[in-house]
Every structure is written in structure tokens, then in C-alpha cells.
């Protein structure tokens, strides 16, 4: 049996996952992988993704891509993504961690761990 991977979003590649999300890496060639968003097998380039073993246990700290119209514009240049349950939260004040109001796990912000 082949070791579980998982994958994320680098910031400029133009693919349809979200950002800061980790996703179950199913197959993997040499220009492709396939990653699991809601039950379905998505393909994308496989230079799009950051790939590990297993995911980080911190927020992910993600730059407001320009056409985010679907986010407040009050979160600013940057927001954060739970590790546990993908929720997006406004960044606020610098802090070592902070609690998901999602899934309410309290987790170490990445700020060295930028993927992009």
C-alpha cells in the first residue's frame, strides 16, 4: 500500500481548489494528481500543489488573491485557513494561534509555512 499524500494550492496556479485547503492526493503522475474535493476526484497539474505525507497542524496563511469577491474585503490583504476543517477566518492581530469558530480546535498560526 502506497503512504497517503496530501496536497494544497500554490498561491499563483489557476486551478479550481481553494487555497490553504489540503486535499487527499488519490493518483499522481508525472504532470497530474488527482485530489478529493467533496467525494469527487479532481484533477489538476501537479506543479500547482505543495505535496506531503501529511498535512500541517497550523493555519495556513493565505494572500488575498485579486478577484476574491467572495470574501469580505474588511479581512484585508491576508487571511487564514483551519487545518482541520478548511474554514477561512479574517487574520486580526498577529498571534502565535488562534481557535476556529468552525470546528472550535485551537491551532498555531503558520507564518514560516507559506506554500507560495
Not at 497530474?32 to 505543495?50: I, M
Not at 491576508?78 to 477566518?89: F, H, L, T
Request: net charge positive.
Amino acid at each position: 500500500m502506497t503512504e497517503q499524500q496530501w496536497g494544497r494550492v500554490r498561491i499563483d496556479a489557476d486551478c479550481p481548489l481553494r487555497r490553504g485547503a489540503w486535499y487527499r492526493v488519490t493518483r499522481l503522475t508525472s504532470n497530474e494528481a488527482v485530489v478529493v474535493v467533496n467525494h469527487t476526484g479532481v484533477s489538476v497539474p501537479r506543479s500547482s500543489l505543495q505535496i506531503l505525507s501529511r498535512p500541517h497542524q497550523n493555519w495556513t496563511v493565505v494572500p488575498r488573491p485579486r478577484n476574491a469577491g467572495r470574501l469580505p474585503s474588511s479581512w484585508g490583504a491576508r487571511y487564514v485557513v483551519c487545518p482541520n476543517c478548511c474554514e477561512r477566518a479574517p487574520l486580526g492581530k498577529p498571534a502565535a494561534s488562534m481557535r476556529c469558530l468552525r470546528c472550535n480546535g485551537v491551532f498555531e498560526i503558520g507564518w514560516g509555512d507559506e506554500p507560495f
